[in-house]
């Protein structure tokens, strides 16, 4: 079965410091998310992107955050200078139009 | 008013039990809605993927919406230990928008 692959799965990081987290969506899926779910909280939607570009995005995607989709295949969430608050798992996810597969997330700890 | 209302739990219920998840909404312009499946530190599992209202039932899982009380269901029989994660509502007005999460319940179902 199809599956949106994460890495990596676990990345720990200091204050003030920028990181990227790569996922790769699937193949034939042309919408692609980031949602992030602190801990003992619920799942946050931060931004969905179709079509090379941005088409929603929730408060919590601010300045701090970017998204690209380098080549056909990967698709980033960067996080330029990290806070303690960013602390979460991070999925990705991606959609055909049937419902939405999530990849298994990377824990981010910021230190 | 919360937009996604789910009961976290937890719901603990002897193996062969018949179980009952819910959510309550607040946003008539939900019109998909899903069921995950999350294991403790990994992504959301797709269970059941329903559009408006009405049943859709997969082996032992059935969904149920009742949009005119904004109110969703999933029913587990003959439940199994393997049952035991934590079951996420989510719903969204498109069926490539941004998800809406609930809270997540924790089902443990003991042998």
């Known amino acids: 079965e199809p599956e949106v692959t994460q890495t990596p799965s676990h990345q720990v990081t200091q204050m003030g410091q920028e990181v990227i987290l790569r996922c790769v969506p699937i193949?034939?899926?042309?919408?692609f998310y980031w949602y992030r779910q602190i801990l003992g909280q619920k799942v946050e939607f931060l931004v969905s992107?179709?079509?090379?570009?941005?088409?929603?995005k929730s408060e919590i995607f601010d300045d701090q955050f970017s998204v690209e989709r380098p080549d056909g295949s990967n698709f980033t969430l960067k996080i330029r200078s990290t806070k303690l608050e960013d602390s979460a798992m991070y999925f990705c996810?991606?959609?055909?139009?049937?419902?939405?597969?999530f990849g298994s997330g990377t824990r981010l700890t910021v230190v | 008013q919360k937009e996604v209302e789910q009961d976290p739990g937890p719901l603990s219920v002897p193996e062969g039990a018949i179980v009952s998840l819910n959510c309550t909404y607040s946003?008539?312009?939900?019109?998909?809605f899903m069921w995950y499946r999350q294991y403790s530190r990994k992504g959301p599992e797709l269970l059941m993927y329903?559009?408006?209202?009405g049943n859709k039932e997969d082996g032992r899982f059935t969904a149920q919406v009742d949009k005119s009380s904004k109110y969703i269901s999933l029913f587990i029989r003959d439940s199994q230990p393997s049952d035991s994660a934590t079951y996420l509502c989510?719903?969204?007005?498109?069926?490539?928008?941004?998800?809406?999460f609930g809270q997540g319940t924790t089902l443990q179902v003991k042998p």
């Open positions: 193949s034939n899926h042309l919408y």
């Open positions: 992107f179709y079509n090379n570009e941005i088409s929603e």
């Open positions: 996810a991606s959609s055909g139009g049937t419902g939405y597969t």
């Open positions: 946003n008539s312009a939900f019109q998909y």
């Open positions: 989510a719903m969204s007005p498109s069926n490539t928008g941004k998800l809406i």
């Open positions: 329903t559009y408006s209202s």
